[in-house]
């Protein structure tokens, strides 16, 4: 049952096995109307236009006997034929996999003759027939990003899809004295989905998978909320994609990891403390700094020349293009003179328990270290 001018897309169904489409034939069932009043835009072409008017009418897919390739498309499970298309040999036939059951998405095709798939990598792609049966398994697997599940009553599209995925509907015929009206979609609380259907009083029709959790969140800054909290939940960075929609300015607290890259983030939750202490400590430098002056009682052995002049490849003091000897930037004889004291044992060391500030272990008021204390 359609409106008068509604224009209605129409595709055959299910070739027959050994039978391929033809063409098209068209009745009138309103007395006095000629069958030439259905108007449909080809009897030749595969899918067709039909503008409703004039009359009642009933619209025949005709097939022909061919040579045909059967394709049998199976579940997720590898063990039920999910659909079985009758494609002409030696052509190119569309094919498309089930959706993926909740959690899980599309991988790629396993056939025993994959060449002969345009892209075994996407879910709708060509196959060639040549001159044998073919069987095709998709492959599913756990999905990383987040899935949403799309339950069609009263029509086909159920599954489970990603943010972007493309979704196409397709309403089952009315009741007799019924005509499709429009679609409606809610959430499983009533509330809106925010997707968006090509055309929502179609009854075939499509829309964009959006990413759920942002839309959600979006509702809650639409209505006031100024900071969503997101801590503890893996799925956070849907958060941050609803924040950085509005141009004012909206926070998000993360989760399990540093998400302070993103400009609305206040902060992020530690999920796994175990984990969080031994990347702190595979990171951790230790305390405070002490540069090598006399104030300290610690040796300085590092950033200080023991040499006073650079020395050539011969070994001999270096000397530039004027004849002047080249001092060592770095050599400093206060340091040099107690090195080498050191190496000569004329200080002596102080023994000291394990965790002893390194310093106490020498009597010498002007041996400089630069080092890190915990």
């Known amino acids: 049952m359609y409106t008068d001018g509604e224009n209605v897309s129409i595709t055959p169904g299910p070739a027959p096995e050994g039978k391929v489409f033809d063409h098209w034939e068209t009745k009138s069932d309103t007395e006095g109307v000629k069958d030439s009043k259905v108007n449909i835009s080809s009897k030749t072409d595969w899918t067709i236009n039909l503008l409703v008017g004039d009359c009642d009418c009933t619209i025949t897919p005709v097939y022909r006997d061919e040579k045909t390739i059967k394709i049998d498309i199976y579940d997720a499970t590898g063990q039920e034929i999910a659909e079985t298309v009758n494609a002409p040999a030696n052509s190119d036939s569309w094919v498309s996999a089930p959706a993926a059951s909740s959690g899980y998405v599309f991988d790629h095709w396993e056939t025993s003759d994959t060449e002969a798939m345009q892209d075994v990598n996407s879910r709708g792609t060509f196959i060639n027939t040549a001159e044998s049966n073919i069987e095709l398994y998709p492959q599913y697997v756990k999905s990383e990003n987040p899935t949403f599940d799309v339950v ?124 969080a202490i031994k990347l702190a400590l595979a990171d951790y430098q230790g305390g405070a700094i002490f540069s090598g ?82």
């Open 152 to 275: 069609v009553e009263n029509g086909s599209g159920s599954g489970s899809y990603v943010c972007d995925d493309e979704v196409e509907l397709i309403a089952d015929p009315p009741q007799d004295g019924y005509m499709f009206y429009k679609w409606e979609n809610v959430d499983n609380q009533g509330l809106s989905t925010g997707i968006a259907m090509d055309n929502e009083y179609c009854y075939k029709t499509k829309f964009k998978m959006v990413d759920r959790f942002a839309s959600l969140a979006e509702g809650m800054y639409d209505e006031g909320t100024q900071v969503v909290f997101g801590g503890g939940n893996p799925l956070s960075d849907s958060i941050f994609l609803a924040a950085s929609n509005f141009d004012y300015p909206v926070y998000a607290f993360g989760s399990g990891y540093d998400e302070g890259d993103k400009g609305n983030c206040l902060a992020s939750v530690v999920n796994d403390y175990g984990a």
């Open 293 to 374: 002056d006399c104030s300290n009682n610690c040796i300085y052995v590092t950033g200080k020349n023991l040499d006073e002049f650079q020395l050539d490849e011969n070994g001999d003091i270096a000397k530039d293009k004027d004849g002047n000897e080249i001092k060592n930037e770095d050599y400093n004889q206060n340091y040099a003179t107690i090195y080498k004291a050191l190496a000569e044992n004329k200080l002596n060391l102080v023994s000291v328990q394990s965790g002893t500030d390194v310093r106490a272990a020498y009597k010498s008021a002007c041996l400089t270290l630069n080092y890190k204390i915990k």
